[in-house]
């Protein structure tokens, strides 16, 4: 598979629409990748709090109808990163969409994990309840955001559920880089699985964003990292390594806690 991840730079001097169609041109010149993936809240910036709700857009709203357009134009499994979704009831949600080649929409994920502690995105935001997966012709993604990537058992949940490739979409901070990289090499490594992690560059509310999308082996092995400015990082990888690590090194199965009832049979 080829995959290109869009490290895309949140400029607060750019308009959201502006955003929006130079996101769009973007993808649509990946044409010829497998799969696209975009950061975490690129349209608004992952730390622009005083943004999220004048921003706010329903499930299937402006940010919904042109990635599903360009995923179609482009011919490429479209993971769009994330939006502030506004649900009907009026809750804000961070939620990430999945569109096919045909322009359908795959799946939606809402962030489970919200960062900010007592402020921010935590206290702003619903939070996701839902593991969700989306089986592509040659391997089935896991999907999660950002701060998900501090909680492995979502993870375990994920490749429970089938998961060999795991997608994370994210606004990280530069002053916490080491642990963005150490982490997405963690949760390769347990899990065995591909790890395609594309965060964003520039500068939201104040706040610097690491970049260095990156891209991880099964086995741990970095295969692709960008730097800090708004790039394109392209890879191929074999999605059949996740499934052939985990036959030569079959470590899953030694598992005791955490297990699902099924898993006990």
């Known amino acids: 598979m080829l995959a290109s991840l869009i490290q895309i730079a949140v400029n607060p001097d750019e308009s959201v629409n502006s955003r929006r169609e130079r996101a769009a041109s973007l993808v649509v010149a990946q044409r010829g990748a497998d799969l696209v993936v975009l950061p975490e809240l690129w349209?608004?910036?992952?730390?622009?709090?005083?943004?999220?709700?004048?921003?706010?857009?329903?499930?299937?709203?402006p940010?919904?109808?042109?990635?599903?357009?360009?995923?179609?134009?482009?011919?490429?499994?479209?993971?769009?990163?994330?939006?502030?979704?506004?649900?009907?009831?009026?809750?804000?949600?961070?939620?990430?969409?999945?569109?096919?080649?045909e322009g359908e929409r795959a799946a939606s994920y809402r962030k489970i994990h919200r960062f900010g502690f007592d402020k921010g995105?935590?206290?702003?935001?619903?939070?996701?309840?839902?593991?969700?997966?989306?089986?592509?012709?040659?391997?089935?993604?896991?999907?999660?955001?950002?701060?998900?990537?501090?909680f492995p058992e979502q993870f375990r949940g994920l490749i429970d559920a089938g998961a060999e490739t795991l997608i994370v979409a994210a606004g990280w901070p530069e002053r916490r880089r080491s642990h963005w990289t150490l982490l997405a090499q963690a949760r390769a490594v347990e899990n065995q699985a591909y790890v395609l992690a594309v965060g964003s560059s520039g500068t939201h509310a104040g706040v610097e964003q690491a970049g260095h999308s990156i891209v991880v082996d099964p086995w741990g092995e970095v295969l692709a990292e960008a730097g800090a400015a708004e790039e394109v990082l392209s890879v191929e990888f074999d999605p059949t390594k996740a499934t052939t690590t985990r036959e030569q090194f079959p470590a899953l199965k030694d598992r005791r806690l955490g297990l699902a009832p099924r898993r006990l049979a």
């Open 43 to 61: 349209p608004v910036g992952a730390f622009a709090y005083t943004a999220f709700a004048d921003e706010a857009e329903p499930l299937q709203g």
């Open 63 to 101: 940010t919904h109808d042109i990635m599903a357009k360009v995923a179609a134009e482009a011919g490429v499994w479209l993971h769009a990163g994330s939006f502030v979704e506004r649900a009907e009831d009026g809750t804000l949600y961070n939620t990430s969409l999945v569109f096919s080649p």
């Open 121 to 150: 995105e935590a206290v702003m935001m619903g939070a996701g309840e839902e593991l969700v997966t989306v089986a592509l012709p040659e391997t089935t993604l896991g999907l999660a955001t950002c701060y998900d990537l501090r």
